[in-house]
């Protein structure tokens, strides 16, 4: 073995040693060392199976739409079809690709701290390999997260703070501002993946198409000053299953992809034994992480994107005397958020893998 290579495993022995104490700052360095050690393997899996599902659909959407608008001049009446399409499009293959490229990003974050040699069709072959629980793990954590969202969004629905409230933003500060709010707090519950994702999206989209009136509740429309008691009801046991969902079972693919492989529900059992045994340090550390991503997101994504769809596009759409800037608009703003989306997941997923590391060496 080459000297580089003992230095190498030797780095990577002090790292788990100083993972064992289990403290937030320890797992969050290992986290950035996995990525800084292997960023091209990590990137190219979240590009494939994360961001391009995303772009792929955006693009799919905007030639769907500018087509569309060569041969009808229509906008309004062909945007449903054509976001119904690329919601199924993109359900159709993320249900594939969320599963595999979290479960090949989990193996290299596992296989880092060992000085194991990684590569992206070792990763994605580990990931096909074990395709069976990380297909149960996937449809048990986004079915229980989106009967949580269900329960949330009719709470924020009635209280005017959700995004299916709205189908337009008014031209005036307020009304931008308080649209990157209602955005912001729609990005804290934690997201069930594909194909849940697409169908809850759609579900907003025809929400707001349908809410108060052809352009749904005005921005400035009060809120109930009381809720009635079974809306706070559904939407604080939403919240709650939320959170005990997310806090239970966010080391679950790690367990995956850390056993050899086993039956289809055969991690369940082990990876909420763990989570109950440190259950508030997983939950502040998880949901720690989550909303440090959410402020980042909402200050340098939601909030200029709002601004920009705000105050930008509809000059564009004056100035040009067509609608086709909301199309491209909107693809573009698919786009940067699935490229953004693209560093945001690989570290979620990484961090909980060096937490399930951390953990399981703390007994």
């Known amino acids: ?86 919601m199924q499009i993109q359900a159709a293959l993320g249900a594939f690709t969320f599963l595999v490229g979290r479960g090949a990003i989990t193996w290299i974050a596992l296989r880092a701290p060992v000085g194991a040699a990684v590569t992206l069709r070792a990763a994605f072959g580990a990931a096909l390999w074990r395709w069976r629980p990380l297909l149960a793990s996937s449809l048990l954590y986004g079915a229980l997260i989106t009967v949580s969202l269900v329960g949330i969004t009719w709470m924020l629905r009635e209280a005017r703070l959700d995004v299916s409230n709205y189908r337009w933003v008014r031209r005036d500060a307020h009304a931008i501002l308080n649209m990157a709010l209602v955005r912001t707090i729609a990005q804290l519950p934690p997201d069930p993946g594909s194909p849940f994702t697409e169908l809850y999206s759609a579900t907003r989209f025809h929400l707001a198409r349908q809410s108060g009136s052809s352009l749904g509740w005005v921005l400035y429309q009060p809120s109930p000053v009381r809720l009635p008691a079974a809306v706070l009801l559904a939407g604080f046991a939403g919240a709650l299953l939320a959170c005990l969902t997310e806090t239970l ?92 989306g693209a560093f945001t997941i690989p570290f979620g997923l990484i961090f909980e893998a060096q937490m399930f590391l951390a953990l399981s060496n703390d007994r």
């Open 1 to 86: 073995m080459s000297d580089r290579m003992q230095a190498k495993r030797s780095a990577y022995h002090e790292l788990i040693e100083a993972m064992s104490s289990a403290s937030f700052g320890a797992v969050l360095q290992s986290t950035c060392a996995v990525f800084a050690r292997h960023p091209l393997p990590i990137l190219a899996c979240s590009l494939l199976c994360f961001a391009g599902v995303g772009i792929l659909g955006a693009l799919i959407y905007a030639a769907l739409m500018l087509r569309g608008m060569a041969a009808q001049n229509s906008y309004f009446a062909l945007a449903a079809s054509a976001f119904n399409l690329q």
């Open 249 to 340: 079972l966010c080391m679950r693919t790690a367990r995956i992809m850390h056993m050899p492989q086993s039956s289809a529900l055969g991690w369940l059992v082990p990876t909420v034994r763990l989570s109950l045994s440190r259950f508030w340090r997983v939950a502040a550390w998880r949901w720690g992480v989550r909303l440090a991503v959410v402020g980042l997101c909402a200050a340098a994504l939601t909030l200029p994107i709002t601004l920009h769809q705000g105050a930008v596009v509809p000059l564009m759409v004056s100035e040009a005397r067509a609608y086709w800037p909301y199309p491209v608009n909107i693809s573009a703003y698919a786009i940067g958020a699935a490229l953004v």
